[in-house]
Nanobody, 117 residues
């Protein structure tokens, strides 16, 4: 199994920045992609960004492209999400998720991001 712990959420004004981190432990050798999702109140969980664990190839939702940057530090088994130019619509609980070889997915507990207007 893989355990994930997110950190770095908080309250920020519109236009500000936050950096989220996701620390992985356990069978991290089995991870092939790490994702960030978010869920706003009353809405479904949506994809934000992803990065392959070994190749570092990144992919973003259209709504965050150009503002958010996903990166990984394999030695620290950590994936970061740098969020700039934040908007009120970026508010939500942000979840880190790992997809492992074999197809299973593991989720963190989430971290709250609130962007005030």
């Amino acid at each position: 199994q893989v355990q994930l712990v997110e950190s770095g959420g908080g309250l920020v004004q519109a236009g500000g920045s936050l950096r989220l981190s996701c620390a992985a432990s356990g069978r991290t050798y089995s991870i092939y992609v790490m994702n960030w999702f978010r869920q706003a109140p009353g809405k479904e969980r949506e994809f934000v960004a992803a990065i392959t664990w070994n190749g570092g190839i990144a992919n973003y939702a259209a709504s965050v492209k150009g503002r958010f940057t996903i990166s990984r530090v394999n030695a620290k088994k950590t994936v970061n999400l740098q969020m700039n130019s934040l908007k009120p619509e970026d508010t939500g609980v942000y979840y880190c998720a790992a997809r492992v070889n074999g197809g299973d997915a593991y989720w963190g507990q989430g971290t709250q991001v609130t962007v005030s207007s």
